[in-house]
């Protein structure tokens, strides 16, 4: 399973932009506090207007972290809860997010690929529960699953499908005669008979 490498360097850290906010809080609540200290204000006024600017930092702060962090986290969780539960049109990640050239996106990016890798995995299992490795024929299991399609279909539009069983015959005293692989070559030579024969989907 393969994974994304990362892109720090072209990436903007979270960490430099709350840094700058801090720095900006900063630099503002110094800058007020020397334009307060040429004031003749009572104390309580002092303490207002220090505490103003320091409140609107944090509530900046506060809605920084709240788009740029948890609003993507939240959206991150969504789209993981909807594919657990079998929603294959949430199955691409918002651009907005995968698109992102901080932390989150590459969070964001490396989940992708890890989803798409699953469903690539998961095919290939299907595929291989489905199909005999040896002839590349459907196996029982696909005849079930073919049958519980078929059959409501037939109902639904009042006509008919048929089951052919082959038997091959002598094949016991050939396979023992020539051997196993001399067998096997026997069987995929008739799979492929009966694949240039019935070669519609349904067939």
Not at 27 to 39: D, F, L, S
Request: proline share 3%; glycine share 6%; charged share 20%.
């Amino acid at each position: 399973m393969s994974i994304i490498p990362m892109q720090g360097k072209h990436t903007v850290s979270l960490k430099r932009r709350c840094a700058v906010q801090v720095l900006m809080a900063a630099v503002v609540t110094v800058g007020v506090g020397c334009w307060i200290g040429t004031m003749r204000w009572p104390w309580y006024l002092e303490a207002g207007a220090l505490l103003a600017p320091l409140c609107l930092q944090v509530s900046l702060a506060l809605m920084g972290l709240e788009r740029h962090l948890l609003r993507p986290m939240r959206s991150l969780s969504e789209h993981a809860r909807r594919l657990h539960e079998g929603d294959n049109s949430h199955f691409m990640m918002t651009t907005y997010l995968t698109e992102r050239q901080d932390e989150v996106g590459e969070l964001a990016r490396q989940f992708q690929h890890l989803v798409e890798d699953l469903k690539n995995h998961n095919a290939q299992l299907l595929e291989q529960s489905l199909i005999d490795p040896l002839t590349g024929l459907g196996n029982r299991r696909m005849l079930e699953y073919r049958l519980d399609v078929a059959l409501p279909l037939t109902r639904r539009l009042d006509c008919t499908v048929s089951v052919m069983m082959m038997d091959v015959d002598h094949f016991k005293l050939y396979n023992d005669h020539y051997g196993h692989p001399a067998g096997d070559q026997c069987l995929v030579q008739i799979a492929g008979v009966l694949r240039d024969t019935f070669r519609r989907e349904t067939d």
